[in-house]
T-cell receptor
Framework: DAGVTQSPTHLIKTRGQQVTLRCSPKSGHDTVSWYQQALGQGPQFIFQYYEEEERQRGNFPDRFSGHQFPNYSSELNVNALLLGDSALYLC????????????FGSGTQLSVL | KNEVEQSPQNLTAQEGEFITINCSYSVGISALHWLQQHPGGGIVSLFMLSSGKKKHGRLIATINIQEKHSSLHITASHPRDSAVYICAGMYSGGGADGLTFGKGTHLIIQP
């Protein structure tokens, strides 16, 4: 049983570009959440998707958007990249309304030059 | 404002020592997670607590709802326990995710 998978593992972009990160949840999970983790900091919640809709959102600008597909996989899109967007982007999956441990992907390390 | 504070920020100990990492949070939490993050980024969920105490191997997690405080203990610590330990609070009104994270405790266990 595959866990949460993220792609790509590493990415280098330049300021102003756009990027798309992908996440496949653990089998049986229907909810995907995205987090940004700057170097030396704890993760910050970006948003959560369930039933192909954004359900919750953290304090991130509209440049950060997402999508969830019918197979529960998800994408995170960031437009007009800034140097400050350089971070590890983590995806976590879970079952909606079920309180249990979370399952995280290994993350995508994004570097903006 | 939902806040989660961890201490200490950094901890270095000798193999075999008993380790305690502390986490305090603001009112309104419905559950608290303890996570382990190794170099390279991968995060593993250790515990989810809403009350009492949980144990898994050499790891023990406790939570005191009245004091808004949780602790993670490691008994007979080993160099492979070296990692960043993060507590994260799930606040009422949220779903299974949408956590507020602490900044993490960087633990180094020396042989």
């Amino acid at each position: 049983d595959a866990g949460v998978t993220q792609s790509p593992t590493h990415l280098i972009k330049t300021r102003g570009q756009q990027v798309t990160l992908r996440c496949s949840p653990k089998s049986g999970h229907d909810t995907v959440s995205w987090y940004q983790q700057a170097l030396g900091q704890g993760p910050q919640f970006i948003f959560q998707y369930y039933e192909e809709e954004e359900r919750q959102r953290g304090n991130f600008p509209d440049r950060f958007s997402g999508h969830q597909f019918p197979n529960y996989s998800s994408e995170l899109n960031v437009n007009a990249l800034l140097l400050g967007d350089s971070a590890l982007y983590l995806c976590a999956s879970s079952r909606r309304q079920v309180s249990e441990k979370l399952f995280f992907g290994s993350g995508t390390q994004l570097s903006v030059l | 404002k939902n806040e989660v504070e961890q201490s200490p920020q950094n901890l270095t100990a000798q193999e075999g020592e008993f380790i305690t990492i502390n986490c305090s949070y603001s009112v309104g939490i419905s559950a608290l997670h303890w996570l382990q993050q190794h170099p390279g980024g991968g995060i593993v969920s250790l515990f989810m607590l809403s009350s009492g105490k949980k144990k898994h191997g050499r790891l023990i997690a406790t939570i005191n709802i009245q004091e808004k405080h949780s602790s993670l203990h490691i008994t007979a610590s080993h160099p492979r326990d070296s990692a960043v330990y993060i507590c994260a609070g799930m606040y009422s009104g949220g779903g299974a995710d949408g956590l507020t994270f602490g900044k993490g405790t960087h633990l180094i266990i020396q042989p």
